[in-house]
């Protein structure tokens, strides 16, 4: 048995204090992170969103002109008849 653990739990009994419980404290640190990396998550997907709403109304709103072709005409080729 390991002699720190217990002379560290006798005194704290001594004390009148709550002794600490580690496995509590580690859930309640887990449970901490797993929200705190939830709530980042959710703004890191708020952000992304709001990034593609702006890209959409900066499209929409600064169309990009369309290019340019010159229109070539054709003319009838009236005195062209196939060989039969």
Not at 34 to 55: D, H
Not at 61 to 70: D, E, G, K, M, R
Request: glycine content about 4%; some cysteine.
């Amino acid at each position: 048995m390991n002699t720190k653990v217990s002379t560290r739990a006798t005194a704290i009994a001594k004390a009148g204090a709550k002794p600490i419980r580690v496995g509590r404290d580690r859930r309640r640190h887990a449970r901490f992170l797993s929200i705190l990396m939830n709530r980042y998550f959710l703004i890191a997907v708020v952000v992304a969103l709001v990034a593609v709403v702006c890209g959409a109304v900066g499209l929409a709103v600064f169309a990009p002109t369309p290019a340019q072709h010159h229109v070539e005409t054709v003319l009838p080729n009236d005195r062209f008849q196939p060989a039969h």
